[in-house]
T-cell receptor, first 113, second 112 residues
Framework: DAGVIQSPRHEVTEMGQEVTLRCKPISGHDYLFWYRQTMMRGLELLIY????????DSGMPEDRFSAKMPNASFSTLKIQPSEPRDSAVYFCASSLAGLETQYFGPGTRLLVL | GDSVTQMEGPVTLSEEAFLTINCTYT??????LFWYVQYPGEGLQLLLKATKADDKGSNKGFEATYRKETTSFHLEKGSVQVSDSAVYFCAYGSSNTGKLIFGQGTTLQVKP
């Protein structure tokens, strides 16, 4: 079975540009999570969805970040405009239930110059 | 509030040494407990889990026992290999917040 799929795997962009990260969760999973990982701050939960509805976006750092889940098989995380401090690895994860095992994608490595 | 505390890393061991990575948590109720592993350049993957007190999770030679009395879930392996070099994350399911709470991660480096 396919796991969580993320694209692109690597993204290099210039400050001020819009960045869109994409995620396809495991089929049948009702929960989807977006995380950010940096050396300084470790692993941070940005937002999560249940049945395509955003439940908790308290981890979204600022208004430049937005996330959508238009259907059960697709989600996007958008940064507009991007800044160098947004450089990080962004992970998407999905699970059957909120407090159960999360399955992580391979991540998107974002570098903002 | 809800939190997970892991031992500071990095942990450096020689091959075949015994491994312990400590993990303690603050939580109400009986949360499920997890250990995740992240190999270089990859996402996190589940290593093992335990769902109730005194349960022992095990996988790939790693073990951890759910100790409610000490609110701990220490990870152990009797004989580590170079291929075990990775970052290990302890986590639990917080009923207060409805999401998994992760520790800060512990880097393990195993030398031949």
């Amino acid at each position: 079975d396919a796991g969580v799929i993320q694209s692109p795997r690597h993204e290099v962009t210039e400050m001020g540009q819009e960045v869109t990260l994409r995620c396809k969760p495991i089929s049948g999973h009702d929960y989807l999570f977006w995380y950010r990982q940096t050396m300084m701050r470790g692993l941070e939960l940005l937002i999560y969805f249940n049945n395509n509805v955003p439940i908790d976006d308290s981890g979204m750092p600022e208004d430049r970040f937005s996330a959508k889940m238009p259907n059960a098989s697709f989600s996007t995380l958008k940064i507009q405009p991007s800044e160098p401090r947004d450089s990080a690895v962004y992970f998407c994860a999905s699970s059957l239930a909120g407090l159960e095992t999360q399955y992580f994608g391979p991540g998107t490595r974002l570098l903002v110059l | 509030g809800d939190s997970v505390t892991q031992m500071e890393g990095p942990v450096t061991l020689s091959e075949e040494a015994f491994l312990t990575i400590n993990c303690t948590y603050t939580a109400t109720g009986y949360p499920s407990l997890f250990w995740y592993v992240q190999y270089p350049g990859e996402g996190l993957q589940l290593l093992l889990k335990a769902t109730k007190a005194d349960d022992k999770g095990s996988n790939k030679g790693f073990e951890a026992t759910y100790r409610k009395e000490t609110t701990s879930f220490h990870l152990e392996k009797g004989s580590v290999q170079v291929s075990d070099s990775a970052v290990y994350f302890c986590a639990y399911g917080s009923s207060n917040t409805g999401k998994l709470i992760f520790g800060q991660g512990t880097t393990l480096q195993v030398k031949p």
